[in-house]
């Protein structure tokens, strides 16, 4: 059986699990691993490797970890691969990578492209109220996810979903995609289809002041807010001079005529927190210094110090 060699290039858990998927299809030979460097983490400043270094290690993968990709260009010329595959490498890749391989690169992009192009498409989709999203397998150019699309696979979100529900079934589905369309495209069975630029949109990588939540927002907006960053980085607010970030929410249409940010009520089950056209019901909370616990957990240290206080935007 002929073997197509490749040189795999991604970081975090999502693009584990497809180096994963990837090992097991016997028709790919993975040649090379490319992740990001070692980074250090807490307090102790903890050298902590990527999700992908880890498993290129278990399985005993040639592992490169280039703080600039073109330092490494050189070495992944070597393999002579066929096809570089990349699924959040978290690096930009110049003409001289793309042009490396026969196939150049493939990417595994979590959107429907040409919607959502850019670092953090699960969370813009889940924060702009999105019904669905997907994976979109497609040739990488010099612009950003610009590039012509191989095949997508569509995926519901919820009106419950978080990052941390949705992502892994679009870790399945990424797994799908690679299972029944990988190889037929490099067989040239599948052929590329150029983007429709008029429905071009952006998802930017997620910044310090996407996590601060603004209670003048709709309280739909906050609540899929809240949703889109659950578990990392969480969306927070300020009480008492402490940050208090939020986790399981849920949110009702209940008229009121309360200040938006007001906490209404905390009970064994929820803080209730007045927004425009409605209310939060906070389950799960991260007060400042302290782990994230449910509210049932917290009820009798806070119920008399929270009750009609008002969450605010900044530290004051």
Request: aromatic share 8%; net charge neutral.
């Amino acid at each position: 059986m002929m073997k197509y060699k490749v040189i795999y290039m991604g970081t975090p858990h999502f693009a584990k699990e497809i180096l994963e998927e990837l090992l097991n299809i016997e028709a790919l030979d993975i040649v090379c691993v490319v992740t990001q460097s070692d980074k250090k983490v807490g307090r102790k400043q903890t050298l902590q490797y990527s999700a992908v270094k880890n498993s290129a290690l278990y399985h005993e993968l040639a592992l490169l970890q280039p703080e600039k990709i073109m330092d490494a260009y050189e070495d992944l010329k070597q393999y002579n691969a066929d096809v570089i595959i990349t699924c959040a490498y978290g690096q930009f890749l110049p003409s001289k990578i793309l042009k490396l391989t026969k196939h150049g690169v493939i990417n595994l992009h979590a959107s429907l492209l040409p919607k959502y192009r850019g670092g953090a498409p699960i969370q813009h989709a889940i924060m702009n109220g999105e019904q669905s999203t997907g994976i979109s397998l497609m040739k990488s150019v010099l612009e950003m996810d610009a590039g012509p699309v191989y095949d997508t696979i569509s995926v519901p979100i919820h009106i419950d979903d978080t990052l941390g529900t949705l992502q892994p079934r679009l870790i399945e589905a990424a797994k799908t995609i690679v299972h029944y369309s990988l190889l037929n495209i490099l067989d040239g069975k599948i052929e590329s289809k150029l983007q429709d630029e008029s429905q071009v949109s952006f998802a930017k990588t997620i910044q310090k002041q996407d996590e601060i939540i603004d209670f003048n927002k709709e309280g739909k907006a906050i609540y899929n807010q809240i949703r889109a960053l659950n578990p990392n980085p969480y969306a927070y607010a300020f009480l008492d001079n402490k940050r208090v970030k939020f986790g399981e929410t849920v949110f009702s249409n209940v008229m009121h005529n309360e200040p938006y940010g007001k906490i209404l009520e905390m009970n064994n089950q929820d803080l209730v927190v007045a927004v425009k056209n409605g209310c939060l019901y906070i389950r799960e909370l991260q007060v400042e210094g302290k782990q994230m616990m449910k509210t049932t957990q917290l009820v009798n240290g806070y119920k008399k110090l929270w009750e009609g206080k008002r969450f605010n935007y900044e530290n004051n």
